[in-house]
């Protein structure tokens, strides 16, 4: 875990060397998560809307090519239904790391393209009943550290307002080697507004 940590910290740096000669830009961004597991042995599982939102900077590499760290706070979770579940609510809150590179149409602006890992920190989670009574589980079985990717299609105006749609997903499991959650994984659409500052 600590090489991936060190790694995408690397992909940072070359970044802002790479920057030296084109544009860098900071923004904040929010919007709804649309998030539920997949995997094995889940029966009836639904999707729920979670937030998402929080810093993004933007290093340009040339006039089309940039990549963009963000630091998130996202919920995912599920909509756990029917035996043996009874319609529970599973919550799951993130701190997250993506780090993707973008292409854009024309000089930072315009509809873009972006994909990338993402390193996730499981910051609480929450199982309540669906009368929203909160039910107490053992968060120990479940996986601190969460790797993942990103996909993104959006648009960005010249006046840094922009909008995207995108996907992102687990690669390793939510719970422990052996737990009930061990073949779940994350699956998360996304729509999210943001704003940039700065810029050429």
């Not at 854009?104 to 009943?129: E, H, R």
């Amino acid at each position: 875990m600590k090489k991936v940590i060190l790694s995408l910290g690397l992909l940072v740096g070359m970044a802002g060397v790479a920057n030296a000669q084109t544009s860098t830009k900071f923004g904040v961004k929010a919007g709804a998560n649309y998030t539920k597991f997949s995997g094995d042995n889940l029966g009836d599982i639904g999707y729920k809307f979670g937030f998402v939102g929080g810093l993004a900077a933007n290093f340009g590499l040339s006039e089309s090519l940039s990549i963009q760290p963000e630091l998130l706070y996202s919920m995912k979770g599920a909509e756990l239904k029917g035996a043996p579940f009874d319609d529970y609510n599973f919550k799951l809150n993130y701190i997250e790391l993506p780090i993707m590179f973008r292409y854009t149409l024309s000089d930072g602006k315009g509809p873009f393209l972006q994909a990338g890992p993402q390193i996730g920190y499981l910051v609480n989670t929450k199982l309540s009943d669906g009368d929203g009574n909160e039910i107490k589980f053992d968060n120990d079985s479940f996986q601190k550290m969460e790797l993942g990717y990103v996909a993104a299609i959006g648009y960005q105006s010249a006046m840094g307002l922009g909008i995207e749609a995108r996907f992102n997903g687990g690669i390793n499991s939510i719970g422990k080697d052996d737990d009930a959650y061990d073949q779940q994984r994350n699956r998360v659409f996304s729509l999210q507004l943001g704003y940039m500052f700065g810029g050429k």
